[in-house]
């Protein structure tokens, strides 16, 4: 097949391009050029800027499909949509789990659980917009290219690559052993997804030539934060005490309170009908830690500081 795909050289979109990769596809990336720019020498490479609205670089080509890694407004999607008329096939859009209404889901929330407002009045991002715009987009996105789209709504992604260090904290807290401060229940539940978990499902998607939407969560068994501090100590070969220490406001992967849990209750069913794997969290735990410590384990801009963990725990 013949892929666009508009991003595709940071953490989500890399892992989707290796996948893509390997199955031999023939791929177009098309983003800003200013990161990953040594990655994928052999590939036609576009740049461009969405947010601008410069799309000068996709005059020319047709494609069989795209994947849309970096659309985060409905007019990334319009735009996107207007510069590629009738010369694209199945878009494939990479939604977000902030997209559900938490007051309204139940657990083990499934694709047409309800979903927040539709936000079309700014363009800025922030905790409360962060969801309602991608439901403008993916709004958009079904309204114009309907059976050939498709929506993929991934929760938290881990892996190699990962900028947002929310796993790689407890990854690299967990290899040092001992007493650990958990600044949460340690029983709440969490889902995380590996990058190249969510890479095969769209692979498999865009080859199988699926509409609809999934949810791209994981692991496939359900577990608790407890459990995922665990199986990142078991990756490293050290032995760890979970302490529970006093809530520490936007904590990677600890959810505010007990109505939050639902986020990390959702249905998998619908990607793993349609092929999604789901590597064990004690492998993608180990390759995360082999990638961190070959970067040197740069300081992480989420957790907690040694001396903080250290106040915390001389308090219990």
Known sequence: MRILILGGTSFVGRAIVDDLLTGGHE?????????GTELFPQLDRRTGDRDS???ASLAD????AVVDVSGYVPRHVGEAGDALKGRAGRYLFISTGSVYDRTKAPSGMTE???RLPPERRTEESTNDTYGPLKVACEDDVVARY??????????????????TDRFTYWVRRAAGGGAVAVPGRLDQPVQVVDSRDLARLVTRLLTDDLPGTYNAVGPR?????????????????TAVELVPVETEPGFPLVLPDASWDVMFRRSRAAADAAGMPATPLE?????????????GEPALGVGMSAEREAELLAAR
């Open 27 to 35: 791929l177009t990336l098309f983003s800003r050029g200013k990161t």
């Open 53 to 55: 609205g410069d799309y």
């Open 61 to 64: 080509g047709t494609w069989d």
């Open 112 to 114: 047409d659980a309800a």
């Open 146 to 163: 309907g059976k050939d789209a498709t929506i993929v709504r991934p929760g938290i992604v881990a892996g190699p690559y990962d900028p």
């Open 221 to 237: 068994d359900a577990v608790t934060l407890s459990e995922l501090v665990q199986a990142c100590a078991a990756a490293a070969g």
């Open 283 to 295: 492998t993608t735990a180990a390759d995360v830690l082999a990638w961190d410590r070959e970067r």
